[in-house]
């Protein structure tokens, strides 16, 4: 299957800080990004969609000023915690699809964010 | 929207049994279901999907099967083995792009 990666794999960061997690497919172009956040024995919950070049659809709930998500390019989407609180912590896993919702979804390794 | 429903959430089988995970769908327009195992730590790795044209899917050990009717999907596991223990979900693509996941199962295989 396709590679989608996704960095850092895990991070640490102080309360009130902002984190940026990358997520590139490496071998197609990915028109259509997904991101996803796990809690602990959880499962995925979807918090946003984003399309290369458009702004990202958020799930209700998920406050867009606070997880900004970028798509600029056909291979790369971040997302960015902004002022990060300890309740932020999870496993942030991002998700590409190579045409418009037409294709399997390939996943990243997943990102453990820490706030303390 | 697409809601997933998934059975059990725990599995406890011996090496060698089958295992049986179902998952049933609200969005009679979902024609994608695909099932993730996820280890410890990692993100979830597709291990066989079905599309709503096909009723059955099989790859060596594992089958998956869909009843479009009944709006329902399982996963086979048969000749378990050790390292099938993980977390296994189910997902559906309804209407919109993105995949819905079931509340996923910890299926646990003992030597």
């Known amino acids: 299957g396709a590679v989608v990666s996704q960095h850092p794999s895990w991070v640490i960061c102080k309360s009130g800080t902002s984190v940026k997690i990358e997520c590139r497919s490496l071998d197609f172009q990915a028109t259509t990004m997904f991101w996803y956040r796990q809690f602990p024995k959880q499962s995925l919950m979807l918090m946003a969609t984003?399309?290369?070049?458009?702004?990202?659809?958020?799930e209700q709930g998920v406050e867009k000023d606070k997880f900004l998500i970028n798509h600029a390019s056909l291979t790369l989407s971040t997302l960015t915690v902004t002022s990060a609180h300890p309740e932020d912590s999870s496993f942030y896993i991002c998700?590409?699809?190579?045409?418009?919702?037409?294709?399997?979804?390939?996943f990243g390794q997943g990102t453990r964010l820490t706030v303390v | 929207g697409e809601n997933v429903e998934q059975h059990p959430s725990t599995l406890s089988v011996q090496e060698g049994d089958s295992a049986v995970i179902k998952c049933t769908y609200s969005d009679s327009a979902s024609n994608y279901f695909p099932w993730y195992k996820q280890e410890l730590g990692k993100g979830p790795q597709l291990i066989i999907d079905?599309?709503?044209?096909?009723g059955e899917k099989k790859d060596q050990r594992i089958a998956v099967t869909l009843n479009k009717t009944a709006k329902h999907f399982s996963l086979h596991i048969t000749e378990t083995q050790p390292e099938d223990s993980a977390v296994y979900f189910c997902a559906a693509r309804g209407a919109g792009t993105a995949l819905i996941f079931g509340k996923g199962t910890t299926l646990s295989v003992s030597s």
């Open positions: 998700s590409a699809s190579g045409r418009r919702g037409n294709t399997e979804a390939f």
């Open positions: 984003s399309n290369e070049g458009s702004k990202a659809t958020y």
């Open positions: 079905i599309r709503s044209n096909v």
